[in-house]
C-alpha cells in the first residue's frame, strides 16, 4: 500500500533517478528537475537514462510544488552545487521538513575552489552536507543516505543496501519506511558525520583502484592500497572529528568495495582513464561531470596538509592527478613508503 503523502527528490541526475524509482515501490514521487525541458521530456516519455520510471514518479520543474506536497525530500546533487541549490529552495523550506541527501563530497567556504590549490584550506572551511543543509535552511531534522549503491546497478534493478545517517530516530524510521524493499536493505545509525565521511573518502580511493587498473596492475597492490585506504580514511574521520565505526560498516567498507572495484563507478573509472594515461584536462574534456573524488582528493590533500596528517595515498594520488606524477614513481613511493605498523589506529 503506497503511503499517501508523497516523497521529494532534488535531481534527476543518475543517482537522483535511481532513488526515485526506489522509493516509488512505496509511495509517490515527485522528482525537482532545474531543467523544464527535462522534466517535461521525462513526463511525456517516461523513460531516464534507458530505463522506464516507475508510473508513481513524476517530474517538476517548481520547487515549491516539491515543498508543499512532500514533507521528506532527498536532495541528490553534486557537492559542488549543494550550497547554491539550498539558497535557491531555502524560501521554501519550513521547520517541519525533513532532508536527507544522497550526495557524497564535501563543500568549501571562505576560499574560492581554484583558489584551494595555491592557498591551502583549513578545517574551518570544510563543511559536510548535513552542515550545508542546517546552515542554509530552517531545516533540523536532516540526515545522509548513503552506503554501497552504484546508481547504475539500482537502476538495473539489482539489490543492495543503504545506510541513513541521522542524529533522529524519527528521521531514520521515515526513511526506513519509504526505502525498504525486496531491493533494498536499510540500515540505521547515529554516526552523521562518520556516515557521511566513509561516503565522501571512499571516493578517493576508489580513484586510486581505478589508477592502478588502467596501468595494468593486479589484486595485490590492489588489496594493499584499498586496505591502506581505508587506515587513511580513518585517521582522516578521526581528525575531523567522527568515530571510526561507521568506516568498517556498510557505509564504510562496504562502499569501498563497491566503489573501488567497479567499473560502473564514475571515480573508478577516472582513475581507470588516468591510469590509461589520459591527463585530468583530457578525462575533463569529455566528461560533463568530474567524479566528486576529484574534487575531494584536491581538498582533503590541502586539509591534509594544514591539519598535518600522514596520507601518502592521499598526496601520491594528488601528485599522480594534479600534478602529472608518472604513475609508476608513485607506485615505488607508496611500496616504499614507511609504514611502520600495518593497524596504526586505536
Ligand atoms: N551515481 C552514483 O552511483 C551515486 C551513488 C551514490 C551517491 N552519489 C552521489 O550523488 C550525487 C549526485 O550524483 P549523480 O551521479 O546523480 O550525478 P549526476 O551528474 O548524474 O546528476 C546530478 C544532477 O543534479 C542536478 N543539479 C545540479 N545542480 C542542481 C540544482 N541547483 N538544482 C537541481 N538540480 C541540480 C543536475 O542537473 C543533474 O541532473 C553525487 O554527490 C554523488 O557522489 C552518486
Ligand atoms: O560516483 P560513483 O559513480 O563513483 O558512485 C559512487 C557511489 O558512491 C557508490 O555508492
Not at 239 to 253: E, H, P, Q, V, Y
Request: aromatic share 6%.
Amino acid at each position: 500500500m503506497p503511503q499517501a503523502e508523497p516523497v521529494g527528490v532534488i535531481g534527476a541526475g543518475t543517482f537522483g533517478t535511481a532513488m526515485a524509482n526506489l522509493l516509488a515501490l512505496n509511495t509517490e514521487v515527485m522528482v525537482y528537475s532545474r531543467s523544464e525541458e527535462l522534466a517535461e521530456r521525462l513526463n511525456r516519455e517516461g523513460f531516464r537514462f534507458g530505463v522506464k520510471l516507475h508510473e508513481r514518479v513524476t517530474v517538476v520543474n517548481d520547487f515549491s510544488l516539491v515543498a508543499e506536497r512532500c514533507q521528506l525530500i532527498f536532495p541528490i546533487v553534486p557537492s559542488d552545487a549543494f550550497r547554491s541549490m539550498m539558497r535557491s529552495i531555502t524560501d521554501h523550506l519550513r521547520p517541519n521538513h525533513v532532508l536527507i541527501h544522497g550526495t557524497k563530497g564535501l563543500d568549501v567556504t571562505g576560499i574560492q575552489e581554484d583558489q584551494i590549490r595555491t592557498r591551502g584550506i583549513e578545517r574551518k572551511n570544510v563543511h559536510t552536507m548535513t552542515d550545508v543543509i542546517r546552515q542554509e535552511s530552517v531545516v533540523v531534522r536532516v540526515g545522509a543516505l548513503t552506503g554501497p549503491n552504484l546508481a547504475r546497478e539500482l537502476l538495473d534493478g539489482q539489490p543492495s543496501a543503504s545506510v541513513i545517517a541521522s542524529k533522529f530516530d524519527e528521521v531514520i524510521d521515515r526513511a526506513k519506511l519509504v526505502l525498504k524493499s525486496h531491493q533494498l536493505h536499510v540500515f540505521g545509525t547515529h554516526d552523521m558525520l562518520g556516515a557521511e565521511l566513509a561516503g565522501v573518502l571512499k571516493n578517493v580511493i576508489a580513484l586510486g583502484s581505478g589508477i592502478l587498473k588502467g596501468v595494468g596492475l593486479g589484486k595485490n597492490i590492489q588489496a594493499m592500497l584499498i586496505t591502506r585506504g581505508l587506515v587513511e580514511m580513518v585517521h582522516f574521520g578521526q581528525a575531523l572529528g567522527s568515530d571510526k565505526r561507521a568506516f568498517f560498516g556498510t557505509a564504510g567498507i562496504g562502499d569501498l568495495i563497491a566503489t573501488a572495484t567497479s567499473k560502473k563507478s564514475r571515480n573508478y573509472m577516472f582513475g581507470y582513464r588516468i591510469g590509461s594515461g589520459e591527463t585530468l584536462a583530457e578525462v575533463a574534456a569529455t566528461s560533463p561531470e568530474l567524479a566528486e573524488g576529484v574534487r575531494t582528493l584536491m581538498i582533503t590533500r590541502h586539509l591534509a596538509r594544514s591539519m598535518r596528517l600522514r596520507v601518502p595515498i592521499t598526496e601520491m594520488l594528488y601528485q599522480i592527478v594534479f600534478e602529472g606524477h608518472p604513475v609508476n614513481e608513485a607506485m615505488n613511493y607508496l611500496i616504499t613508503y614507511p609504514y611502520d605498523v600495518d593497524v596504526d589506529f586505536l
